[in-house]
């Protein structure tokens, strides 16, 4: 309880200095037959200013290819709030399908196991209504550190967003697609292991928009859970 109360305390201390964006999620996750892993996450997020931003709810399923290989498929159907002009409603639905492959190379070593590394590959498609459609490539570096006689331990994530069609060059007779660069997200911070099936993220991050020249500031609390 007193770990929960510290994470809230936090995140109101956060919003309150003015910062960008709050993020709040849930995550279960549940190993089913042919050691297939079956998860669904709900997250919340808040722009300090402007109110409620996104809703997002993904399920997803994932399975051990090989020693340290893993391959995924999700769904995220993202609500968000209707800003279009011509708004027939106050709400709207994207879509996105991605494909996951991910590596976990220091089980492949002697490493220390209380030390964990992960790079990860994810095809995404977006399919959104008041804009066009995108093809990203996300990659993903992150790691974590499990202390000894300690619930708390040390959390470190950095991705790269690559758009396939980024802009679109129309000619005479096609419309060729220009790749380039959207965006680079980097969170900080530390987990908190709440039960042996249960933990809790709580993280400092910056998500910088490279096509747009912004940049988010984020306060990220995840609970995840996973079940017998």
């Known amino acids: 309880m007193k770990y929960i109360l510290f994470l809230l305390i936090s995140a109101n201390t956060f919003i309150h200095l003015g910062q960008w964006q709050y993020w709040g999620g849930i995550g279960i996750t549940k190993k089913t037959a042919l050691d297939i892993k079956a998860s669904g996450t709900i997250e919340y ?71 964990s590394l992960g790079i990860d590959f994810k095809q995404q498609w977006n399919w959104r209504v008041t804009s066009r459609d995108l093809s990203i490539l996300r990659t993903k570096l992150s790691g974590s550190y499990d202390v000894k006689d300690s619930p708390i331990g040390p959390y470190f994530s950095t991705e790269w967003f690559y758009c396939w069609n980024q802009d679109l060059i129309y000619g005479v007779d096609e419309i060729t697609p220009v790749p380039g660069n959207r965006a680079w997200r980097t969170f900080a911070g530390i987990t908190i292991e709440t039960s042996k099936k249960s933990s809790l993220k709580l993280l400092a991050g910056v998500n910088r928009r490279i096509d747009k020249g912004s940049q988010q500031f984020i306060l990220n609390l995840a609970y995840s859970l996973n079940l017998p």
Not at 65 to 90: Q, T
């Open 45 to 115: 997020r808040h722009e300090v200013g402007n109110g409620f931003d996104q809703l997002n709810l993904k399920p997803e399923i994932s399975r051990k290819i090989v020693k340290g290989v893993d391959g995924g498929i999700e769904y995220r159907l993202a609500i968000k709030p209707n800003n279009s002009n011509n708004a027939n409603s106050n709400f709207i639905g994207q879509q996105r399908f991605g494909l996951e492959l991910s590596f976990s190379p220091l089980k492949w070593t002697e490493v220390n196991k209380r030390w």
